[in-house]
């Protein structure tokens, strides 16, 4: 948006944390369970790919690899909680949960950290992404995300993330802002829509 611009090459930080190891650990496993299914299994995945081209950042429709729509439906579905699948799925519409609204309120009075969506699918969950609290001119959050939960589609609209987001990043402190994201999942085939975002402030 500024133009071009240059800054110092940094080598990223393996940080090794609890969350990086288990979703490594993850990954592993759904590797070694490929390997295990018959050739039978992976040539149905090999097939199935077609059904699901995505776009890339160049406009072109590419289709994963066999292996990697097995273990990124998969690695969906341990997401939400949910059992791996060895048989690709018929593709589904995924229901996008529109514009979110959020509430955050001053811990003095009352903690409460409530995400309501415009619209849910019983047949789906919802992965809700959270940043801990920054200066409230910071507006880029990509990096930041972590995820604190999961809301059944049946549920409703209302996610109640208050305690979920406090054991994670602590009481909201007033003044300071935190951003949201909600991603929305078909329980059965592992499909992810596009996620929403939404920031907030802490206020009295």
Do not use: C
Not at 29 to 39: D, E, K
Not at 95 to 122: F, K
Not at 132 to 151: A, D, L, T
């Amino acid at each position: 948006r500024s133009g071009a611009y240059l800054r110092t090459k940094v080598t990223p930080v393996n940080a090794q944390t609890t969350y990086q190891q288990a979703v490594r650990s993850r990954l592993a496993g759904f590797s070694s369970a490929w390997r295990a299914l018959t050739q039978a299994q992976r040539d149905a995945w090999n097939t199935a790919v077609a059904s699901f081209a995505r776009t890339n950042i160049f406009g072109d429709l590419v289709n994963p690899t066999g292996k990697n729509l097995y273990n990124g439906l998969n690695q969906n579905i341990s997401n939400i909680g949910g059992t791996a699948i060895t048989t690709p799925p018929t593709p589904v519409a995924v229901v996008e949960t529109g514009a979110l609204s959020l509430t955050m309120a001053d811990p003095t009075t009352l903690a409460n950290v409530e995400i309501v969506l415009t619209t849910v699918d019983a047949a789906q969950d919802y992965i809700v992404f959270a940043t801990s609290q920054v200066s409230p001119g910071i507006g880029f959050f990509k990096n930041r995300y972590r995820q604190i939960m999961v809301h059944s589609g049946s549920l409703g609209v209302t996610i109640d993330a208050t305690s979920r987001y406090i054991a994670k990043f602590g009481n909201p402190v007033l003044a300071q802002k935190a951003s949201f994201k909600v991603v929305p999942i078909v329980t059965l085939t592992g499909q992810a829509g596009v996620g929403s975002t939404v920031d907030g402030i802490t206020t009295v």
